[in-house]
């Protein structure tokens, strides 16, 4: 599970953590919390 990985980073470096950590998760399952739509492949609600 990862929890705003980039929070605390500008827009290029939160995106280039993003990307990476997308890389990492291919082929397994990955939660990962986010506020910025932008960084996600798929939603789910869990609500």
């Known amino acids: 599970m990862v ?3 980039a ?3 500008g ?4 995106h280039r953590i ?3 950590l ?3 998760a291919e082929g397994r ?3 990962f ?3 910025r ?3 996600t492949r798929r939603i789910i609600d869990l609500d």
């Open 3 to 5: 929890d705003e990985p």
């Open 7 to 9: 929070a605390a980073l």
């Open 11 to 14: 827009a290029r470096a939160g």
């Open 18 to 20: 993003c990307t990476r």
């Open 22 to 24: 997308k890389d990492l």
């Open 29 to 31: 399952a990955m939660v």
């Open 33 to 35: 919390s986010t506020h």
């Open 37 to 39: 739509l932008a960084n």
